[in-house]
């Protein structure tokens, strides 16, 4: 079975410092993978996605995530924090079904916060 | 291209009401996906809608219902509302069966709140 586990639930960082926010996943095929962010009150909106090509995938606002097999991990990271950053992320798996249509499988989520 | 839809983005009931909630997807899109989203259980998938037909439920109760139309908009139904059923509804979007690297589409969400 597909899963999908965020290793922290909070993470703080002062603004122009690094960010590492933690993603582990659980797949018996190749998966397709994302990160997705979510401000107060809003919907989520697409990071970057992992899908078998480089295993480096640069996204919006400076992110980027390594897709790494042989850890099982996909964790994202950024160089500098912006105060704009403060929002919650969540790491996704794309699991099948059969029939031949996906799902996607949502982490815990982590909630990042930014400090001047 | 317009983005995902959804009406009302907030809403107030009383318990034992019922409610309906509606989401347009991306022009083109057949696939409308619905998530409760609460500070205590995270994002929960409720039920997926492909061509009009449900394709993909979650661990809800009864009283969540939803149907898609031809023109692939959704709307999901919550009957005998109870206090818990307060949460953020997420809708997305994905162009359909079969494209597993294919990314979901939300919509801002409708914050329901049951008093």
């Known amino acids: 079975a597909q899963s999908v586990t965020q290793l922290d639930s909070h993470v703080s960082v002062s603004e122009g410092t690094p960010v590492l926010l933690r993603c582990n996943y659980s797949s018996s095929y190749s998966p397709s993978l994302f990160w997705y962010v979510q401000h107060p009150n809003k919907g989520l909106q697409l990071l970057l996605k992992?899908?078998?090509?480089?295993?480096l995938v640069k996204g919006i606002n400076g992110f980027e995530a390594e897709f790494k097999k042989s850890e099982t991990s996909f964790h994202l990271t950024k160089p500098s924090a912006h105060m704009s950053d403060a929002a919650e992320y969540f790491c996704v798996v794309s699991t099948r079904f059969s029939g031949g249509y996906n799902k996607l499988i949502f982490g815990a989520g982590t909630r990042l916060a930014v400090h001047p | 291209k317009a983005g995902v839809t959804q009406t009302p983005r907030y809403l107030i009931k009383t318990r034992g009401q019922q409610v309906t909630l509606s989401c347009s997807p991306i022009s083109g899109h057949r696939s409308v996906s619905w998530y409760q989203q609460t500070p205590g259980q995270g994002l929960q998938f409720l039920f997926e809608?492909?061509?009009?037909?449900?394709?993909n439920k979650g661990n809800f109760p009864g009283r969540f219902s939803g149907r898609q139309f031809s023109n692939s908009r959704s709307e999901m139904n919550v009957s005998t509302l109870e206090l818990g059923d307060s949460a953020l509804y997420l809708c997305?979007?994905?162009?359909?069966?079969?494209?597993?690297?294919?990314?979901?589409?939300f919509g801002q969400g409708t914050r329901l709140t049951v008093v």
């Open positions: 997305a979007s994905s162009p359909g069966q079969g494209v597993m690297n294919t990314e979901a589409f």
């Open positions: 992992y899908t078998s090509a480089a295993t």
């Open positions: 809608y492909f061509s009009e037909t449900q394709r």
